[in-house]
């Protein structure tokens, strides 16, 4: 038995694409495990609110068996040490064999502040420190542009046996910096995460919009934090006004990043209201995901697709969707640009509202297009992506293929 930890990634997130990561490297591990006849114990590490517990996670056809650990944070770890049962949770997880860390995907940099950035470097140097092999699982790495970050992040990345960056931006970015650990140009795991498509009505042309509440409420700072060139609620509101425009669509407002509060990072809330506003029965708010499948399964079954949540427009291209991301920070253009050559993309950061409107109207438009793109990309880069990361999860949990 290999006991495997999984740190920074949650699948109870309301931020679905978080969860996805989970459902996602769980199911290429499972895989591996069937293939190689070797069997794994999961532990997920994190801030769980929950006491520890053993859970269930279904994925595929399979119920994946997970032991929750409470999270490990210097935050965490504060004034809990002296619990008998927390105690118990730190002793469990020094015992593990390996470590893959996931970053939530993006969060291994100091574009969401220093204090995030400490969080995220703490696990992976404390398990450095204590000699378990560790691997960072397919994510972005950096930017970092705050000195003593960037040389603490390449420190502490130099001490991991593989580094996995997850598009060629963060892999150029690596290579310039002289990393001198293992690394690799992956592909996000969500590309990965299994699905069925929803059956919905086919009596209209059938389009998605993914709303970012963080995008629409101007970053945790409320101040326009990720410098947008565009006013991004005025471009929601066109796009809407846009597609109402045509009869013989309908548009569902797709959240994925759900809370049961109303707060700056709730998708959900955002679209709520703005359906209550229209007020028009072809502008409808898509179910309330539980999972991350389940979202994707809603994706899969549309026709045309628009987002500023990657994970929302990666499971929209991952089932051969039509999609028009909108990029907010260089994630998407290191995947959708540099390695999956998708050039169909908005960006927030350099396009006004007119501009990206106008590549809207064209990307719907030349939708067939847009999906015969998708299935030949799945096929080729992700495909490829695919094998070599099982490679890599096979080497580094010592398994001989």
Known sequence: MKRIGLIWTNPYSGNRGVGALTYSILYLLEQLSQANNTDFEYYLIGNYDEASKIDYLAIGNKNVRINIIRGLTPISLKGKLKSLVFYKDFIAAKELDYVMDMGEGDSFSDIYGITRFERFIYTKNRYNRLKIKQMLLPQTIGPFKD??????????????????????QSYVYLKENNVTTEIDEIIDVAFFMPFEKDIISDDYINIGLNISALLWHGGYTRDNQFNLVVDYQCLIRSIIDYFLSMPNVKLFLVPHVVALNVDIENDYAVSYDLVKEYKNERLVLSPFFLTPISAKNFIASLDFFMGARMHATIAAFSSGVPVYP?????????????????????????????????????????????????????????KQRENILKQWLAEFLDIKN
């Open 147 to 168: 000195p003593i970050v960037k040389k603490k992040a390449f420190e502490c990345m130099n001490k991991c046996q593989i580094v996995l960056p997850r598009d060629k």
């Open 326 to 382: 909108m990029a907010y920070s260089r994630k998407f253009n290191g995947l959708f640009v540099d390695t999956l050559n998708y050039n169909y993309m908005g960006d927030l950061l350099n396009q006004g509202k007119d501009e990206i409107m106008s590549d809207i109207k064209a990307a719907f438009e030349n939708r067939t297009k847009l999906k015969e793109v998708i299935d030949d990309r799945m096929v080729s880069i992700v």
